[in-house]
Nanobody, 124 residues
Framework: QVQLVESGGGLVQAGGSLRLSCAAS????????MGWFRQAPGKEREFVAG????????YYADSMKGRFTISRDNAKNTVYLQMNSLKPEDTAVYYC?????????????????WGQGTQVTVSS
């Protein structure tokens, strides 16, 4: 079992940056690929980025490439999402998730554990 708690969201102007953190509890954290997803009002949840258990492999949605960076610190049981050059369309609730099946994927159904989400609002 893994519990996930996101933090770091907030209000930022377009072009600004935020770093989200996801703190995990549970001894098995290091076994799992991790992902970040987001959901804007009236829209479906979408994949943002994913990272393998070791941190050696990362995977991004096309619209985030070059702007967002996912990383993890297994010693701290934490996953990060550095977001730069933010746009108003990045406004959403951001969720971290753990893939209990061990497969790095962009599909939400591949993730078994989810945090409660953190709001990111980008003003124009």
């Amino acid at each position: 079992q893994v519990q996930l708690v996101e933090s770091g969201g907030g209000l930022v102007q377009a072009g600004g940056s935020l770093r989200l953190s996801c703190a995990a509890s549970g001894r098995t954290f290091t076994r799992y690929p991790m992902g970040w997803f987001r959901q804007a009002p009236g829209k479906e949840r979408e994949f943002v980025a994913g990272i393998s258990w070791s941190g050696g492999n990362t995977y991004y949605a096309d619209s985030m490439k070059g702007r967002f960076t996912i990383s993890r610190d297994n010693a701290k049981n934490t996953v990060y999402l550095q977001m730069n050059s933010l746009k108003p369309e990045d406004t959403a609730v951001y969720y971290c998730a753990a893939a209990g099946g061990g497969l790095l994927t962009d599909a939400a159904y591949g993730y078994d554990y989810w945090g409660q989400g953190t709001q990111v609002t980008v003003s124009s």
